[in-house]
């Protein structure tokens, strides 16, 4: 109950374990087409080019840098963790002029002061920002903010590593230009997979871009002629080997995804995230994100005073076989977070989560009533 990689159901772990064939081989080409189709479904787009990288989300990162950004392009991103300021390398590396705008870790990314920044710089020509912060457990509002970039007329980039799955997330409808993510977060699936959806608009940013790619692995237009037949291009082109077994697994997440319906995961993980909170709120235990800005399937939660950070985590580990995380950048040694992701989110790792915690916290002196929180979250749930 980490941020990650969260627990991989059984079917996937099966699917992962199928013989492995060539990446041209027709059955393989097949599987590759439902894959897109499941992503678009999961992304909630009929964006033609969706396609999962054959690297893990950091480098979906990169894919959306080194294909969308010209050297001197002016991009606005925003920072409010660890990986918005990863965005903000990224983009540098990519020959970007960056501009940032700061936020207060554990708050969303504010509408109204990317606004006046687009306002104040006609040059800025897209903006990115984090959906889901994943060190903070923040949400900001990817509708509201992709309305302001196009106002602007400013293309997006958006980091979903975390959101995708767990929380609402309209592609089409929200009018995301580039959006990547990650498979082992809501997905449950194993690492190492990066799922990329780009708009119409941002497909001919990248067809009319100029100055050669940096990255050849992850150039779009070469590997698209892997992953997409057309009349000019009736065969499949040899681009790289694919994780042949590791897209086995995805297929098998995105078919576990589209089985229960995106509805459906956006409401569960609510649910067990309510839950979870009643039960820590008994324990004393703070969280840090106000309720309106909460990731549901990642809780940043203040350790209390006297609590050992180290210590607690290390017997959570050894005696109930719990993993939790520690708090990254300005949070570390100050918070923890709790995931509560994909096949993982569920009423039993819930009540695991909250009778361990009594149990070690009051081992080390701290003094909480763990059958009063295991009764809230039974209140929560009933």
Not at 10 to 30: C, E, N, S, W, Y
Not at 125 to 139: D, I, K, N, Y
Not at 150 to 166: E, F, M, Q
Not at 248 to 254: D, K, M, P
Request: charge should be negative; charged fraction near 20%.
């Amino acid at each position: 109950m980490g941020p990650g990689p969260s627990d991989v159901s059984p079917r996937v772990l099966k699917a992962l374990g199928q013989p492995t064939i060539g990446h041209l081989d027709p059955a393989f080409v097949a599987l590759m087409d439902e894959i897109k189709e499941l992503l678009q479904y999961a992304f909630m787009t009929k964006n033609r080019l969706t396609i999962p990288v054959s690297a893990p989300g950091s480098a979906g990162m990169e894919t959306c840098f080194m294909n969308m950004v010209d050297p001197n392009d002016h991009i606005l991103v925003c920072i409010n963790g660890v990986f918005g300021g990863r965005m903000a390398e990224v983009a540098k590396r990519a020959g970007a002029k960056v501009t940032t705008l700061d936020f207060e870790w554990g708050t969303a990314v504010s509408p109204a002061k990317v606004d006046e920044a687009l306002a104040a710089d006609s040059s800025i020509s897209m903006l990115a920002f984090v959906h889901a912060e994943t060190s903070t457990g923040v949400r900001s509002d990817a509708k509201e903010l992709c309305e302001i970039a196009r106002k602007h007329n400013c293309l997006t980039i958006v980091d979903a590593v975390t959101s995708l799955a767990g929380i609402e997330l309209r592609v089409d409808d929200w009018g995301i230009d580039a959006i990547y993510s990650g498979t082992q977060k809501c997905l449950s699936c194993v690492p190492g997979i990066s799922p990329v959806s780009f708009s119409e608009k941002a497909v001919e940013k990248i067809q009319n871009r100029t100055h050669t790619n940096d990255s050849w692995f992850l150039d779009l237009k070469l590997v698209m002629a892997y992953w997409e037949q057309s009349e000019a291009q009736p065969k499949r082109a040899y681009h790289h080997t694919a994780p042949v077994n590791s897209l086995y697994a995805l297929h098998e997440s995105l078919v576990m995804v589209r089985e229960e319906g995106l509805e459906n995961a956006w409401a569960r993980h609510a649910k067990h995230h309510k839950a979870l909170v009643a039960g820590l709120s008994v324990l004393g235990i703070e969280m840090i994100v106000d309720e309106a800005h909460r990731l549901p399937e990642l809780n940043t939660v203040k350790i209390p005073e006297g609590a050992d950070d180290a210590a607690v985590r290390g017997a959570l580990l050894e005696q109930f076989d719990l993993e939790i995380g520690a708090g990254l950048g300005k949070f570390a040694g100050n918070a923890w977070r709790i995931g509560l992701m994909g096949s993982a989110c569920k009423r039993e790792n819930v009540e695991l989560c909250i009778s361990a915690l009594a149990s070690v916290l009051n081992e080390q002196g701290y003094s909480c009533d763990g059958e009063a929180a295991i009764a809230a979250v039974a209140e929560s749930y009933a």
